[in-house]
């Protein structure tokens, strides 16, 4: 399966395609991709942050379903779970050991393997009441809804009572260091964990 990860203006494109109902061959084309199982569109915690800063109700509630169907909330893992399980992969190549490095596992599902820690849960009673509105919705996709709703966060804008606005510098400074980051594993080949060529033998 081919992973794309799209940057959020681009997610935003194609928000605005499905809101103005114009046809699109591109969106079209992912849609199709992804109802196939040809390629997946994961969503990082970068992604959370930079539909957080929005304020508008309106336009994070618009944009996270289009952001959840065609991810279908696949999710790349936050970087301070892969850095473990990439730095005994490196160790391996370059020393022979750990002899049983931890395993790399990039891509899941939902937004806490996208944040790397548990999401506070819904009560049961909360639960009752979506199963009431939506009857005809298995737990599976009742959990999907979920997750969608907490991306798209509070109806009303933002900050509102015991909901506030991440930091906009620090969203900014996020989305920054992972461009650099990106940069520099391109610079140096290593953009591709597996295809990279092993390291030197040491000396």
């Known amino acids: 399966m081919l992973r794309v990860y799209l940057d959020q203006n681009k997610w935003i ?3 605005r395609v499905l809101t103005a109902r114009t046809a699109s061959e591109v969106v079209t084309m992912i ?22 800063k929005a304020a508008s109700g309106e336009r994070r509630h618009a944009l996270a379903p289009a952001m959840a169907a065609i991810s279908m909330n ?10 473990p399980a990439e730095l005994d992969h490196a160790l391996q190549r370059r020393f022979g050991r750990p002899l049983s490095p931890l395993p790399i596992v990039p891509f899941g599902w939902g937004l806490a393997h996208g944040l790397g820690q ?18 005809t919705m298995s737990e599976q996709e009742l959990t999907a809804l979920i997750e969608m709703v907490l991306l798209a966060g509070p109806p009303e804008d933002l900050p509102v009572e015991g909901t506030a606005q991440p930091p906009l510098q620090f969203a900014e400074e996020f989305a920054a260091d992972e461009n650099a980051q990106a940069e520099l ?3 140096h080949g290593a953009d591709r964990i597996f295809d990279a060529e092993p390291f030197p033998p040491a000396t």
């Not at 696949?74 to 850095?83: F, Y």
């Open 13 to 15: 494109e194609i928000d």
């Open 31 to 52: 849609y199709g991709a992804v109802e196939r199982g040809y390629a997946s569109f994961p969503l990082s915690a970068g992604h959370v942050f930079e539909t957080w």
């Open 74 to 83: 696949h999710t790349i893992a936050a970087p301070a779970k892969l850095l």
């Open 118 to 135: 548990p999401l506070p849960q819904i009560s049961e009673e909360t639960r009752a009441m979506l199963r009431e509105d939506f009857p």
């Open 185 to 187: 594993y391109a610079q």
